[in-house]
């Protein structure tokens, strides 16, 4: 199948190696001209300020995946919103079997540890989460099917917050805040099964979390990643206090995917061996 990713940061260049695996034709739209991975046609355009955008209109994909970032000077309203209606007006649909956007769980506003699964209604309570379901909602206008992929916190061997967070004491938690995570790789591997559905008929729902479905406390994951690394770690907090949200992957368990990091600990063991080995 030919597909149209706009966006090739460092998740998308992913997804791009993973859909290229699979054996799809691959076009890139991204704001550099950098080259892409062998094999791959590039656009270079910003879909946001709409620079060079009369070129999409010669795109006929059959799948288009918007997986755009914020960069510097631009806002989530512009990146999420104003870029995927642009691309949205300015591609030719007649060929397109399914869109798919990389969203976010921070479209659930729950805060108090409450447990929450893909009929969850997504009730923003912050102003980038109402941002990004609005950026959602301009798929219900396509004549073909659509999902939304809401993705929860992402790590792999260049996203290291909680590494980082471990060697700053006065930042550990002081009560239960609940993370909820997917390594970069599972993202990158979920996206391309469902390509492989899409290729399959078999129909996918509007929306769709992504995450490993294991909840922990993040001191948990903090201590866990002490007693590897032989350093101090946090106590235990109060658990009168709960924050965060706990997530469920009910679909994407359905869907048959197999999770190359199935919890933090398989995720952040191979991290850890990577750093030793460099």
């Known amino acids: ?74 806002t989530y309203q512009q990146t999420y919103v104003d870029g995927l209606r642009h691309v949205l007006a300015n591609i030719d649909q007649r060929a397109l079997k399914h869109v798919f956007f990389v969203s976010s769980t921070s479209v659930y506003g729950e805060q108090q540890g409450q447990w929450i699964e893909e009929d969850t209604p997504a009730i923003p309570a912050e102003e980038n989460g109402q941002v990004i379901l609005a950026a959602e909602r301009l798929l219900d206008g396509l004549s073909c099917p659509h999902t939304a992929l809401r993705v929860s916190g992402i790590y792999g061997p260049q996203r290291l917050y909680l590494l980082k967070l471990l060697q700053s004491p006065a930042r550990w938690p002081q009560h239960i805040q609940w ?72 679909f994407l368990q359905q869907s048959g995917y197999r999770f190359l990091f199935a919890d933090y600990q398989a995720g952040y063991a191979a991290i850890l061996s990577e750093m030793d080995h460099a």
Request: glycine residues 8%; aromatic residues 2%.
């Open 1 to 74: 199948m030919h597909v149209l990713q706009i966006g090739c940061g460092a998740l998308g260049q992913l997804i791009a190696q993973a859909t290229l695996a699979q054996g799809h034709t691959l076009t890139i739209v991204r704001r550099s001209p950098q080259p892409g991975p062998a094999g791959v046609q590039v656009l270079a355009m910003d879909v946001v300020t709409q620079a060079e955008m009369p070129a999409l209109a010669n795109q006929s994909p059959e799948i288009l995946l918007y997986c755009l970032a914020p960069v510097a000077g631009q």
């Open 179 to 250: 993370t909820n995570r997917i390594h970069e790789l599972d993202v990158a591997g979920a996206v391309v099964h469902f390509y492989r559905e899409i290729e399959s008929d078999r129909p996918l729902p509007a929306h769709i979390i992504l995450t490993d479905g294991k909840p922990v406390p993040q001191h948990e994951v903090l201590q866990w990643l002490a007693q590897r690394l032989e350093q101090p770690g946090p106590l235990t907090p109060p658990s009168s206090l709960q924050t965060g949200k706990r997530i469920r992957n009910q």
